[in-house]
Protein backbone atom coordinates (compact mmCIF):
# COMPACT_ATOMS: atom_id res chain seq x y z
CA UNK A 1 0.00 0.00 0.00
CA UNK A 2 1.27 3.45 -0.69
CA UNK A 3 2.11 5.52 1.64
CA UNK A 4 4.41 7.67 0.36
CA UNK A 5 2.43 10.85 0.88
CA UNK A 6 1.90 10.32 4.90
CA UNK A 7 5.32 12.48 6.76
CA UNK A 8 5.74 13.45 10.25
CA UNK A 9 5.22 17.04 10.35
CA UNK A 10 6.70 18.77 13.22
CA UNK A 11 3.95 20.94 13.29
CA UNK A 12 1.77 18.02 14.52
CA UNK A 13 3.58 16.49 16.83
CA UNK A 14 1.61 15.42 20.22
CA UNK A 15 2.50 18.79 22.10
CA UNK A 16 0.36 19.92 24.98
CA UNK A 17 -1.56 23.07 24.76
CA UNK A 18 -1.09 25.31 27.09
CA UNK A 19 -0.82 23.73 30.62
CA UNK A 20 -3.39 21.17 29.79
CA UNK A 21 -2.73 17.62 28.38
CA UNK A 22 -4.46 16.72 25.17
CA UNK A 23 -6.95 14.35 25.39
CA UNK A 24 -5.83 11.17 23.24
CA UNK A 25 -6.96 7.98 22.04
CA UNK A 26 -4.09 5.85 20.65
CA UNK A 27 -4.07 2.30 18.61
CA UNK A 28 -2.60 -0.20 20.37
CA UNK A 29 1.28 -0.67 20.92
CA UNK A 30 1.14 -3.60 18.17
CA UNK A 31 -1.22 -1.74 15.55
CA UNK A 32 0.15 -1.85 12.38
CA UNK A 33 -1.94 0.96 10.06
CA UNK A 34 -0.71 -0.69 6.86
CA UNK A 35 -2.33 -4.68 7.94
CA UNK A 36 -5.06 -3.20 10.26
CA UNK A 37 -6.98 -0.72 8.44
CA UNK A 38 -9.10 -0.97 5.49
CA UNK A 39 -6.70 -1.36 2.83
CA UNK A 40 -6.35 1.68 0.66
CA UNK A 41 -7.77 4.11 3.72
CA UNK A 42 -4.37 5.48 4.36
CA UNK A 43 -4.28 6.81 0.54
CA UNK A 44 -7.80 7.81 1.53
CA UNK A 45 -7.04 9.40 4.66
CA UNK A 46 -3.66 11.43 3.31
CA UNK A 47 -5.37 13.89 1.63
CA UNK A 48 -7.80 14.97 4.57
CA UNK A 49 -5.27 15.26 6.92
CA UNK A 50 -3.04 17.35 4.74
CA UNK A 51 -5.96 19.99 4.51
CA UNK A 52 -7.75 19.86 7.70
CA UNK A 53 -5.38 18.71 10.57
CA UNK A 54 -3.19 22.22 11.04
CA UNK A 55 -7.14 23.71 10.67
CA UNK A 56 -8.15 22.13 13.78
CA UNK A 57 -5.16 22.83 15.55
CA UNK A 58 -5.79 26.41 15.36
CA UNK A 59 -9.87 26.04 15.81
CA UNK A 60 -9.24 24.81 19.31
CA UNK A 61 -6.30 27.85 19.93
CA UNK A 62 -9.46 29.83 19.60
CA UNK A 63 -11.74 28.11 21.85
CA UNK A 64 -8.95 28.59 24.65
CA UNK A 65 -8.47 32.06 23.88
CA UNK A 66 -12.27 32.36 23.86
CA UNK A 67 -12.52 30.60 27.85
CA UNK A 68 -9.69 33.14 28.75
CA UNK A 69 -11.29 36.24 27.77
CA UNK A 70 -14.82 35.03 29.20
CA UNK A 71 -12.89 34.46 32.52
CA UNK A 72 -11.47 37.93 32.33
CA UNK A 73 -14.82 39.11 31.60
CA UNK A 74 -15.35 39.22 27.76
CA UNK A 75 -17.91 36.89 27.72
CA UNK A 76 -20.04 35.61 24.74
CA UNK A 77 -22.37 37.49 22.73
CA UNK A 78 -23.89 37.91 19.26
CA UNK A 79 -22.19 38.27 16.05
CA UNK A 80 -22.55 41.63 13.93
CA UNK A 81 -25.23 41.09 11.57
CA UNK A 82 -24.73 39.11 8.40
CA UNK A 83 -25.23 37.56 5.26
CA UNK A 84 -26.27 34.21 7.25
CA UNK A 85 -28.54 36.63 9.34
CA UNK A 86 -29.77 39.39 6.96
CA UNK A 87 -31.02 37.00 4.36
CA UNK A 88 -33.59 34.94 3.16
CA UNK A 89 -31.65 31.70 2.85
CA UNK A 90 -33.74 28.24 3.44
CA UNK A 91 -32.52 24.70 3.18
CA UNK A 92 -34.94 21.85 1.39
CA UNK A 93 -35.78 19.67 3.90
CA UNK A 94 -35.41 15.97 2.97
CA UNK A 95 -39.13 13.92 2.83
CA UNK A 96 -36.96 11.16 4.77
CA UNK A 97 -36.25 13.09 7.64
CA UNK A 98 -39.04 15.18 8.17
CA UNK A 99 -40.79 13.54 10.90
CA UNK A 100 -38.00 13.40 13.76
CA UNK A 101 -40.27 14.23 17.00
CA UNK A 102 -38.12 11.52 18.58
CA UNK A 103 -34.45 10.43 18.40
CA UNK A 104 -33.17 7.68 20.10
CA UNK A 105 -29.52 7.94 21.29
CA UNK A 106 -26.82 5.46 22.93
CA UNK A 107 -23.09 4.18 22.67
CA UNK A 108 -22.29 2.57 19.35
CA UNK A 109 -20.13 0.02 20.73
CA UNK A 110 -23.46 -2.00 22.23
CA UNK A 111 -24.69 -3.75 19.31
CA UNK A 112 -27.58 -5.00 21.88
CA UNK A 113 -28.86 -1.44 22.42
CA UNK A 114 -28.24 -0.24 18.88
CA UNK A 115 -30.39 -3.23 17.77
CA UNK A 116 -33.10 -2.30 20.36
CA UNK A 117 -32.93 1.57 19.41
CA UNK A 118 -33.60 1.01 15.39
CA UNK A 119 -36.08 -1.30 16.30
CA UNK A 120 -37.75 0.67 18.90
CA UNK A 121 -40.06 2.70 16.45
CA UNK A 122 -38.43 5.56 16.94
CA UNK A 123 -38.16 8.47 14.15
CA UNK A 124 -34.26 8.58 14.17
CA UNK A 125 -31.87 6.97 16.28
CA UNK A 126 -28.30 8.70 16.97
CA UNK A 127 -25.47 6.06 17.19
CA UNK A 128 -23.05 7.24 19.44
CA UNK A 129 -18.81 7.20 19.15
CA UNK A 130 -18.22 10.36 21.71
CA UNK A 131 -20.17 11.13 25.50
CA UNK A 132 -21.66 7.69 26.16
CA UNK A 133 -18.85 5.62 24.55
CA UNK A 134 -15.19 5.00 26.41
CA UNK A 135 -12.79 7.11 24.87
CA UNK A 136 -10.81 3.82 23.91
CA UNK A 137 -9.64 2.21 21.02
CA UNK A 138 -11.39 -0.97 21.73
CA UNK A 139 -14.88 0.86 22.05
CA UNK A 140 -14.25 3.46 18.92
CA UNK A 141 -13.11 0.12 17.16
CA UNK A 142 -16.21 -1.67 17.96
CA UNK A 143 -18.98 1.17 17.28
CA UNK A 144 -17.43 2.05 14.14
CA UNK A 145 -17.68 -1.83 13.81
CA UNK A 146 -21.39 -2.05 14.94
CA UNK A 147 -21.87 1.64 13.04
CA UNK A 148 -21.44 0.11 9.32
CA UNK A 149 -23.45 -2.99 10.25
CA UNK A 150 -26.19 -1.58 11.40
CA UNK A 151 -26.76 0.98 8.17
CA UNK A 152 -26.32 -2.12 6.15
CA UNK A 153 -29.10 -3.46 8.37
CA UNK A 154 -27.23 -6.58 8.97
CA UNK A 155 -26.21 -5.43 12.91
CA UNK A 156 -27.41 -8.81 15.52
CA UNK A 157 -26.74 -9.54 18.86
CA UNK A 158 -27.59 -12.82 20.57
CA UNK A 159 -30.97 -12.61 22.98
CA UNK A 160 -30.54 -15.08 25.75
CA UNK A 161 -33.85 -14.75 27.03
CA UNK A 162 -34.99 -16.12 23.35
CA UNK A 163 -31.88 -17.99 22.76
CA UNK A 164 -31.71 -16.58 19.38
CA UNK A 165 -29.96 -14.25 17.59
CA UNK A 166 -32.21 -10.96 16.81
CA UNK A 167 -31.56 -8.32 14.03
CA UNK A 168 -32.67 -5.31 12.81
CA UNK A 169 -36.21 -5.14 11.48
CA UNK A 170 -36.96 -3.21 8.00
CA UNK A 171 -38.03 0.43 8.90
CA UNK A 172 -37.79 4.10 8.34
CA UNK A 173 -35.88 4.82 10.97
CA UNK A 174 -33.40 7.52 10.11
CA UNK A 175 -29.64 6.60 11.81
CA UNK A 176 -27.42 9.09 12.45
CA UNK A 177 -23.35 8.70 13.61
CA UNK A 178 -21.92 11.03 16.19
CA UNK A 179 -18.29 10.99 15.51
CA UNK A 180 -15.84 12.39 18.68
CA UNK A 181 -15.45 15.63 19.06
CA UNK A 182 -12.82 18.30 17.33
CA UNK A 183 -11.40 18.77 21.11
CA UNK A 184 -9.81 15.28 20.95
CA UNK A 185 -7.35 13.25 19.31
CA UNK A 186 -6.46 9.83 17.54
CA UNK A 187 -2.75 8.45 17.35
CA UNK A 188 -1.32 5.66 16.81
CA UNK A 189 -2.32 6.10 12.95
CA UNK A 190 0.38 7.98 11.90
CA UNK A 191 3.91 7.82 13.33
CA UNK A 192 4.45 10.77 15.44
CA UNK A 193 1.47 12.70 14.96
CA UNK A 194 -2.00 13.07 15.98
CA UNK A 195 -5.94 13.56 13.99
CA UNK A 196 -8.59 14.51 14.87
CA UNK A 197 -11.00 12.44 16.23
CA UNK A 198 -13.94 13.78 14.19
CA UNK A 199 -11.99 13.27 10.96
CA UNK A 200 -10.70 10.06 11.53
CA UNK A 201 -14.08 8.63 13.23
CA UNK A 202 -15.83 10.43 10.03
CA UNK A 203 -13.27 8.82 7.46
CA UNK A 204 -13.42 5.24 9.15
CA UNK A 205 -17.62 5.31 8.30
CA UNK A 206 -17.69 7.17 5.23
CA UNK A 207 -14.54 5.06 3.36
CA UNK A 208 -16.18 1.36 4.63
CA UNK A 209 -19.89 2.55 3.72
CA UNK A 210 -21.91 1.88 0.95
CA UNK A 211 -23.32 5.36 -0.01
CA UNK A 212 -25.38 3.58 -3.30
CA UNK A 213 -26.99 0.97 -0.51
CA UNK A 214 -27.96 3.20 2.11
CA UNK A 215 -31.69 3.83 2.35
CA UNK A 216 -30.87 7.57 3.03
CA UNK A 217 -28.01 9.22 3.12
CA UNK A 218 -24.77 9.04 5.01
CA UNK A 219 -25.95 11.50 8.03
CA UNK A 220 -23.47 13.14 10.64
CA UNK A 221 -24.51 14.35 14.31
CA UNK A 222 -21.90 17.20 14.78
CA UNK A 223 -20.92 16.93 18.68
CA UNK A 224 -19.10 19.85 20.56
CA UNK A 225 -18.65 22.92 18.40
CA UNK A 226 -17.51 26.56 19.33
CA UNK A 227 -18.18 28.86 16.62
CA UNK A 228 -19.80 29.31 13.54
CA UNK A 229 -16.30 29.13 11.65
CA UNK A 230 -15.79 25.28 13.08
CA UNK A 231 -18.66 24.61 10.71
CA UNK A 232 -16.02 25.58 7.94
CA UNK A 233 -14.03 22.54 8.69
CA UNK A 234 -16.98 20.17 8.88
CA UNK A 235 -18.35 21.36 5.73
CA UNK A 236 -15.01 20.80 3.91
CA UNK A 237 -14.25 17.59 5.46
CA UNK A 238 -17.75 16.41 3.91
CA UNK A 239 -17.41 17.76 0.49
CA UNK A 240 -13.48 16.43 0.36
CA UNK A 241 -15.07 13.04 1.43
CA UNK A 242 -17.67 13.48 -1.60
CA UNK A 243 -15.72 14.16 -4.11
CA UNK A 244 -12.86 11.57 -3.04
CA UNK A 245 -16.02 8.82 -3.45
CA UNK A 246 -17.39 10.69 -6.78
CA UNK A 247 -20.70 11.79 -4.69
CA UNK A 248 -22.30 15.13 -4.90
CA UNK A 249 -20.86 17.58 -3.13
CA UNK A 250 -23.96 17.68 -0.54
CA UNK A 251 -24.16 13.73 -0.50
CA UNK A 252 -23.37 13.94 3.84
CA UNK A 253 -26.03 15.23 5.35
CA UNK A 254 -25.73 16.60 9.20
CA UNK A 255 -27.54 17.71 12.27
CA UNK A 256 -25.38 19.77 14.73
CA UNK A 257 -25.80 20.14 18.73
CA UNK A 258 -25.77 23.35 20.44
CA UNK A 259 -23.89 22.58 23.31
CA UNK A 260 -21.40 24.94 24.17
CA UNK A 261 -22.38 28.99 25.03
CA UNK A 262 -20.23 30.45 22.78
CA UNK A 263 -22.10 28.70 19.98
CA UNK A 264 -25.77 29.42 21.37
CA UNK A 265 -25.23 33.18 20.01
CA UNK A 266 -23.64 31.79 16.56
CA UNK A 267 -26.45 29.22 15.53
CA UNK A 268 -27.51 30.92 12.73
CA UNK A 269 -24.21 31.69 11.33
CA UNK A 270 -23.02 27.82 11.92
CA UNK A 271 -26.26 27.00 10.23
CA UNK A 272 -25.43 29.40 6.78
CA UNK A 273 -21.79 27.94 6.50
CA UNK A 274 -23.16 23.92 6.35
CA UNK A 275 -26.48 24.67 4.03
CA UNK A 276 -25.14 22.29 1.62
CA UNK A 277 -25.53 19.55 4.54
CA UNK A 278 -27.02 20.55 7.74
CA UNK A 279 -31.04 19.32 8.14
CA UNK A 280 -31.47 20.92 11.74
CA UNK A 281 -30.24 22.02 14.98
CA UNK A 282 -30.47 20.24 18.44
CA UNK A 283 -30.24 21.68 21.93
CA UNK A 284 -27.76 19.78 23.95
CA UNK A 285 -28.36 20.59 27.71
CA UNK A 286 -26.32 18.76 29.81
CA UNK A 287 -23.34 19.68 27.51
CA UNK A 288 -24.87 23.23 27.72
CA UNK A 289 -25.14 23.51 31.42
CA UNK A 290 -21.58 22.33 31.79
CA UNK A 291 -20.15 25.16 29.27
CA UNK A 292 -22.56 27.93 30.98
CA UNK A 293 -20.63 27.26 34.19
CA UNK A 294 -17.27 26.97 32.46
CA UNK A 295 -17.49 30.08 30.66
CA UNK A 296 -18.64 31.93 33.92
CA UNK A 297 -16.61 29.94 36.31
CA UNK A 298 -14.89 33.15 37.75
CA UNK A 299 -18.92 34.32 38.42
CA UNK A 300 -19.82 34.13 42.15
CA UNK A 301 -23.34 35.40 40.35
CA UNK A 302 -23.44 31.71 38.49
CA UNK A 303 -22.49 29.14 41.44
CA UNK A 304 -25.52 26.56 40.09
CA UNK A 305 -27.98 25.06 42.59
CA UNK A 306 -27.99 21.07 43.10
CA UNK A 307 -28.58 19.90 39.61
CA UNK A 308 -31.63 17.90 40.18
CA UNK A 309 -33.41 20.70 42.01
CA UNK A 310 -33.03 22.83 38.70
CA UNK A 311 -36.32 23.07 36.83
CA UNK A 312 -36.32 21.81 32.95
CA UNK A 313 -37.43 24.85 31.91
CA UNK A 314 -35.24 27.15 33.70
CA UNK A 315 -34.33 30.68 32.06
CA UNK A 316 -31.00 29.99 30.68
CA UNK A 317 -32.51 26.54 29.18
CA UNK A 318 -35.83 27.75 28.18
CA UNK A 319 -34.52 31.27 26.22
CA UNK A 320 -32.18 29.17 24.25
CA UNK A 321 -35.08 26.83 23.90
CA UNK A 322 -37.58 29.32 22.03
CA UNK A 323 -34.68 31.12 20.20
CA UNK A 324 -33.58 27.55 18.32
CA UNK A 325 -37.12 26.82 16.84
CA UNK A 326 -37.24 30.30 15.46
CA UNK A 327 -33.82 30.40 13.89
CA UNK A 328 -34.08 27.06 12.53
CA UNK A 329 -38.19 27.41 11.27
CA UNK A 330 -36.56 30.48 9.72
CA UNK A 331 -34.35 28.71 7.27
CA UNK A 332 -36.36 25.04 6.69
CA UNK A 333 -34.36 23.39 9.50
CA UNK A 334 -35.11 21.05 12.14
CA UNK A 335 -35.14 21.91 16.09
CA UNK A 336 -34.52 18.91 18.27
CA UNK A 337 -35.00 19.22 21.75
CA UNK A 338 -32.61 17.66 24.85
CA UNK A 339 -32.15 14.60 26.79
CA UNK A 340 -34.19 13.38 29.97
CA UNK A 341 -31.87 12.00 32.44
CA UNK A 342 -34.27 10.24 34.54
CA UNK A 343 -34.56 7.14 33.27
CA UNK A 344 -37.37 4.50 33.16
CA UNK A 345 -37.38 1.18 35.18
CA UNK A 346 -38.89 -2.10 34.55
CA UNK A 347 -37.71 -3.27 38.23
CA UNK A 348 -39.21 0.01 40.27
CA UNK A 349 -42.75 0.36 39.23
CA UNK A 350 -42.56 3.39 41.81
CA UNK A 351 -39.72 5.35 39.76
CA UNK A 352 -40.89 4.29 36.16
CA UNK A 353 -43.94 6.27 37.41
CA UNK A 354 -42.38 9.12 38.48
CA UNK A 355 -39.77 8.95 35.22
CA UNK A 356 -42.16 8.91 32.32
CA UNK A 357 -44.21 11.86 34.41
CA UNK A 358 -41.07 13.63 33.81
CA UNK A 359 -40.41 12.69 30.18
CA UNK A 360 -44.01 13.88 29.32
CA UNK A 361 -43.83 17.25 31.38
CA UNK A 362 -40.52 17.85 29.37
CA UNK A 363 -40.99 17.02 26.16
CA UNK A 364 -44.72 19.01 26.17
CA UNK A 365 -42.36 21.62 27.42
CA UNK A 366 -40.34 21.22 24.55
CA UNK A 367 -43.27 21.32 21.64
CA UNK A 368 -45.06 24.29 23.13
CA UNK A 369 -41.52 25.81 22.54
CA UNK A 370 -41.89 24.85 18.85
CA UNK A 371 -39.39 21.87 18.74
CA UNK A 372 -39.80 19.75 16.55
CA UNK A 373 -38.48 16.74 18.50
CA UNK A 374 -36.47 15.76 21.26
CA UNK A 375 -33.76 13.37 22.72
CA UNK A 376 -34.48 9.93 24.79
CA UNK A 377 -32.17 7.30 25.72
CA UNK A 378 -34.39 4.16 26.17
CA UNK A 379 -36.91 2.40 24.03
CA UNK A 380 -39.62 2.67 26.30
CA UNK A 381 -39.71 6.33 26.47
CA UNK A 382 -40.21 6.54 22.94
CA UNK A 383 -44.23 6.58 22.69
CA UNK A 384 -44.36 9.16 25.45
CA UNK A 385 -41.85 11.57 23.65
CA UNK A 386 -43.25 11.38 19.82
CA UNK A 387 -47.15 11.43 21.35
CA UNK A 388 -45.55 14.95 23.03
CA UNK A 389 -45.43 16.28 19.54
CA UNK A 390 -48.81 17.14 18.19
CA UNK A 391 -47.38 16.33 14.27
CA UNK A 392 -44.30 15.58 12.56
CA UNK A 393 -42.69 18.90 12.54
CA UNK A 394 -43.63 22.48 13.63
CA UNK A 395 -42.06 23.99 10.46
CA UNK A 396 -44.21 26.33 9.95
CA UNK A 397 -44.91 27.43 13.57
CA UNK A 398 -43.25 30.55 14.29
CA UNK A 399 -43.24 33.09 17.29
CA UNK A 400 -45.42 35.79 17.38
CA UNK A 401 -43.12 38.89 18.61
CA UNK A 402 -40.02 36.94 18.24
CA UNK A 403 -36.94 38.32 20.18
CA UNK A 404 -33.63 37.53 17.73
CA UNK A 405 -31.48 38.26 20.46
CA UNK A 406 -32.56 37.08 23.86
CA UNK A 407 -30.58 36.85 27.14
CA UNK A 408 -28.85 34.01 27.06
CA UNK A 409 -27.35 34.23 30.05
CA UNK A 410 -29.56 35.50 32.60
CA UNK A 411 -28.97 34.10 35.94
CA UNK A 412 -29.89 31.76 38.18
CA UNK A 413 -31.42 33.68 40.99
CA UNK A 414 -34.35 32.32 42.98
CA UNK A 415 -34.13 28.52 41.55
CA UNK A 416 -33.23 25.46 43.17
CA UNK A 417 -31.14 24.67 46.48
CA UNK A 418 -27.26 24.91 46.91
CA UNK A 419 -26.95 22.28 49.44
CA UNK A 420 -23.94 19.81 51.45
CA UNK A 421 -26.11 17.29 50.11
CA UNK A 422 -26.15 18.11 46.90
CA UNK A 423 -21.99 18.51 47.06
CA UNK A 424 -22.12 15.20 48.51
CA UNK A 425 -24.64 13.99 45.60
CA UNK A 426 -22.07 15.30 43.32
CA UNK A 427 -19.13 13.69 44.20
CA UNK A 428 -20.48 10.51 44.97
CA UNK A 429 -21.50 10.22 41.00
CA UNK A 430 -18.70 11.66 39.32
CA UNK A 431 -16.59 8.62 41.02
CA UNK A 432 -19.08 6.28 40.21
CA UNK A 433 -18.90 7.51 36.78
CA UNK A 434 -15.22 7.96 36.17
CA UNK A 435 -15.34 3.84 37.95
CA UNK A 436 -17.25 2.98 34.73
CA UNK A 437 -15.03 5.28 32.17
CA UNK A 438 -12.38 2.84 33.79
CA UNK A 439 -14.42 -0.26 33.19
CA UNK A 440 -14.97 0.88 29.32
CA UNK A 441 -18.86 2.22 30.05
CA UNK A 442 -18.90 5.33 28.66
CA UNK A 443 -22.31 6.33 30.38
CA UNK A 444 -23.55 4.63 33.62
CA UNK A 445 -27.47 4.70 34.85
CA UNK A 446 -27.21 5.76 38.37
CA UNK A 447 -29.62 6.50 40.84
CA UNK A 448 -32.67 6.60 38.52
CA UNK A 449 -30.46 9.07 36.06
CA UNK A 450 -28.54 8.25 33.05
CA UNK A 451 -25.11 9.70 33.65
CA UNK A 452 -22.46 10.28 31.20
CA UNK A 453 -19.35 12.09 30.11
CA UNK A 454 -21.84 15.58 29.96
CA UNK A 455 -23.11 15.60 33.58
CA UNK A 456 -20.11 14.18 34.78
CA UNK A 457 -18.43 17.79 33.78
CA UNK A 458 -21.25 19.25 35.45
CA UNK A 459 -20.76 17.80 38.57
CA UNK A 460 -17.13 18.65 38.49
CA UNK A 461 -17.42 22.25 37.42
CA UNK A 462 -20.52 22.78 40.29
CA UNK A 463 -17.61 20.91 43.05
CA UNK A 464 -15.06 23.64 41.55
CA UNK A 465 -17.87 26.59 41.33
CA UNK A 466 -18.52 25.83 45.31
CA UNK A 467 -14.86 25.81 46.20
CA UNK A 468 -13.79 29.07 44.20
CA UNK A 469 -16.43 31.26 45.26
CA UNK A 470 -16.84 29.14 49.20
CA UNK A 471 -16.66 33.04 50.99
CA UNK A 472 -19.63 34.89 48.51
CA UNK A 473 -21.62 31.99 47.70
CA UNK A 474 -23.79 29.88 51.22
CA UNK A 475 -23.98 25.83 50.73
CA UNK A 476 -26.17 24.71 53.21
CA UNK A 477 -25.66 21.30 55.62
CA UNK A 478 -28.73 19.90 56.66
CA UNK A 479 -29.64 22.07 59.44
CA UNK A 480 -29.20 24.95 57.38
CA UNK A 481 -26.37 26.00 58.56
CA UNK A 482 -23.82 27.44 55.92
CA UNK A 483 -20.33 25.14 55.39
CA UNK A 484 -17.49 26.84 53.78
CA UNK A 485 -16.77 24.48 50.56
CA UNK A 486 -13.09 23.85 51.28
CA UNK A 487 -10.21 22.06 49.21
CA UNK A 488 -9.68 20.16 52.19
CA UNK A 489 -14.06 19.54 52.92
CA UNK A 490 -13.65 18.43 49.06
CA UNK A 491 -11.16 15.44 49.82
CA UNK A 492 -12.78 15.15 52.99
CA UNK A 493 -16.07 14.46 51.09
CA UNK A 494 -14.03 12.08 48.26
CA UNK A 495 -12.92 10.13 51.37
CA UNK A 496 -16.42 9.53 53.02
CA UNK A 497 -18.02 8.87 49.78
CA UNK A 498 -15.83 6.50 48.60
CA UNK A 499 -15.45 5.11 51.89
CA UNK A 500 -19.51 4.18 51.74
CA UNK A 501 -19.62 2.96 48.18
CA UNK A 502 -16.76 0.10 49.18
CA UNK A 503 -19.17 -0.50 52.11
CA UNK A 504 -22.40 -0.48 50.64
CA UNK A 505 -21.43 -2.76 47.76
CA UNK A 506 -19.28 -5.33 50.21
CA UNK A 507 -16.75 -5.34 47.72
CA UNK A 508 -14.33 -8.40 48.30
CA UNK A 509 -12.41 -8.66 44.68
CA UNK A 510 -8.88 -6.44 45.01
CA UNK A 511 -9.95 -5.06 41.69
CA UNK A 512 -13.12 -4.01 41.76
CA UNK A 513 -11.70 -1.81 45.03
CA UNK A 514 -8.68 -1.26 43.10
CA UNK A 515 -10.98 0.81 40.25
CA UNK A 516 -13.09 2.62 42.56
CA UNK A 517 -9.97 4.08 44.49
CA UNK A 518 -8.92 5.11 41.19
CA UNK A 519 -11.57 6.37 40.00
CA UNK A 520 -11.90 8.54 43.47
CA UNK A 521 -8.38 9.68 42.95
CA UNK A 522 -8.71 10.81 38.96
CA UNK A 523 -11.84 12.57 40.16
CA UNK A 524 -10.72 14.82 41.95
CA UNK A 525 -7.60 15.65 40.39
CA UNK A 526 -9.63 16.60 37.36
CA UNK A 527 -11.34 19.57 39.50
CA UNK A 528 -8.15 19.76 41.68
CA UNK A 529 -6.04 20.78 37.80
CA UNK A 530 -9.25 22.23 36.45
CA UNK A 531 -9.78 19.73 33.67
CA UNK A 532 -13.14 20.98 32.59
CA UNK A 533 -13.14 20.09 28.98
CA UNK A 534 -14.96 17.01 28.08
CA UNK A 535 -12.95 14.36 27.92
Given at each position: ????????NPALAP?????????????????????DLPEGF??????????????????????????????????????????????????????????????????????????????????????????????????????????????????????????????????????????????????????????????????????????????????????????????????????????????????????????????????????????????????????????????????????????????????????????????????????????????????????????????????????????????????????????????????????????????????????????????????????????????????????????????????????????????????????????????????????????????????????????????????????????????
Amino acid sequence: MATATIRLNPALAPLPFSNRSVPINSAPRDFDPERDLPEGFLDFLAPLHAALTLRQRALLARRENALAEAHAGKVPSYLPPSVATMSSWHIGLPAWCADQRNQMTGPADDAELVVKMLNSGAPGVMLDLEDSTANSWEHNSLGIKNILEALAGRLTYFDRKRNKATGINPSTTVVFTRPRGLHLHQAGILAGELLPASLFDTAMVAYQVDFHALKHPLCIYIPKSESSDEALWWRDLFQTIARMKGLAKDAIKCMALVESHPLAFQMEEFAWNLRDHIVGLNLGRWDYMASLIHFNLENPEWVLPDRNTIPHNVAFFQNLRNLMPEICHKHGMLAIGGMTALYPSREDAELNVRALKVLAEDKKNEANSLMDGAWTGHPDQNEIAVSQFPIPNQLQARPVNANAHPDLRPLPAGVGKRTLTGTRAAVRTVIRYRNGVLNGKGASLLDGYMEDLATDRIYRLMIAQRTRHSRQVEVLDENGAAVPHTPELITRLFDEELDRLLREAKIDDPQVAASLHEARRISEEMIRREEFDPR
